[in-house]
């Protein structure tokens, strides 16, 4: 799929088909978030891939929705807090570099026909503990990941004037 078709395509998925995400699959997006940028290349991130059933109910209880449960995979974007860069105010760059690599996994999922659906407001020390993470290791978000149960619908979006500004 050419670039900007994938950017046009992508949706937040909340409803997922019954079929496993083949391993090659898998792989390719494994390399998109290889591939990702972050602040002085550290690359303070890891994502776990989740399609231990036990695991999956554990970390369903972070954010309890029926269709996060329905994904065959769920995705863990994770961000070390002690090895990422620091900006001049002190404050850590791990969540930027693991929101950087999270959007190379949704746009690469996108361009293999899959969906996802970024989430961010779950109780994170809940899913920390779900996943047994020590506590150098923030969980920055969490995608359930697979085919969807149906052609989602066109997105309607913000006229360019009303989100782009040009200062010259």
Not at 5 to 29: C, D
Not at 48 to 66: I, N
Not at 73 to 102: C, K, P, Y
Not at 126 to 155: F, H, K, Y
């Amino acid at each position: 799929m050419e670039f900007y078709e994938v950017l046009r395509r992508r949706r937040s998925i909340r409803a997922y088909a019954q079929e496993a995400v083949p391993e090659a699959t898998l792989k390719l997006l494994f390399e998109a978030v290889s591939l990702a940028p972050s602040a002085c290349n550290n690359q303070p991130v890891r994502f776990l891939f989740v399609t231990d059933l036990a695991v999956r109910r554990r970390l369903c209880e972070c954010y309890p929705r029926d269709w996060l449960a329905g994904a065959p995979v769920l995705v863990v974007a994770l961000g070390n807090r002690e090895t990422a860069w620091r900006r001049f105010n002190g404050q850590s760059a791990h969540v930027i570099d693991a929101a950087i690599a999270m959007e190379h996994l949704v746009l690469a999922a996108a361009a293999e026909g899959l969906g996802t659906c970024w989430i961010c407001a779950f109780d994170q020390d809940q899913a920390r503990q779900a996943l047994r993470l020590p506590d150098c290791w923030e969980v920055v978000a969490l995608t359930p990941l697979g085919r969807p149960a149906a052609e989602p619908a066109p997105q309607t979006r913000k006229p360019l004037a009303e989100i782009i500004e040009r200062l010259a």
